[in-house]
């Protein structure tokens, strides 16, 4: 296969994540009005999912560079927040159930362990090309997580000094075992939903 080849099959997957992932929902970014914003979408799963939670985990501290290939986004985890109320209202219904203080604090601890945060704290996309002229444009990333390092191309919409978009990020890509107890019973999925809106200052 030539590399024109390889490019061009690489693009076709990432569009086809971006239009839906297994069984991995899509919801609707919400804009974030003059700030750039990240946000990462936990969906349950086991055999008894449906006694768990979906949840959203809002990059707080978000820092983003403008060099000349493409911005460069950087995050801690131990400052994401967990499912800010507000943020889970705008939602919709996948996120609709109440998630009180004791819950959240137990999904950052089990965040914060799954993810090996201690080791690894942050979170650095990078951008190493774009495709495209005009509002939509195929995007390659360099995604660094858990001290691993992985090319991935997705989608982004650009509207002058505006880009948003979502990628499909795997925990398992990055050397991370998803969440579960009970034997699997309850799980977190291996594919989480990456959402960016990014303003340009």
Request: hydrophobic share 50%.
């Amino acid at each position: 296969m030539s590399p024109l080849q390889t490019t061009r099959r690489q693009l076709l997957i990432a569009v086809a994540a971006l239009a839906g992932c297994g069984n991995v929902p899509l919801a609707t970014a919400p804009v974030v009005e003059g700030a750039s914003a990240l946000r990462v979408l936990v969906y349950r799963g086991g055999t008894a999912a449906r006694l768990g939670h979906n949840h959203v985990l809002q990059a707080a501290d978000l820092r983003v560079d403008w060099p000349a290939a493409g911005p460069v986004l950087r995050f801690r985890l131990d400052a994401l927040a967990v499912d800010p109320p507000a943020l889970r209202a705008r939602l919709g219904d996948a996120f609709a159930s109440a998630v009180d203080d004791d819950a959240r604090a137990g999904t950052r601890a089990n965040l914060l362990k799954a993810l090996d945060a201690g080791a690894h704290p942050e979170v650095v996309v990078r951008t190493l090309q774009q495709v495209g002229e005009g509002g939509r444009r195929a995007v390659e990333a360099e995604i660094t997580l858990h001290g691993v390092s992985r090319r991935q191309w997705f989608v982004a919409e650009v509207d002058g000094p505006r880009a948003r978009g979502e990628v499909v990020v795997r925990q398992s890509d990055f050397g991370i075992q998803p969440f579960t107890v009970l034997g699997g019973l309850l799980a977190v999925q291996d594919a989480l939903l990456v959402q960016f809106e990014l303003a340009q200052p």
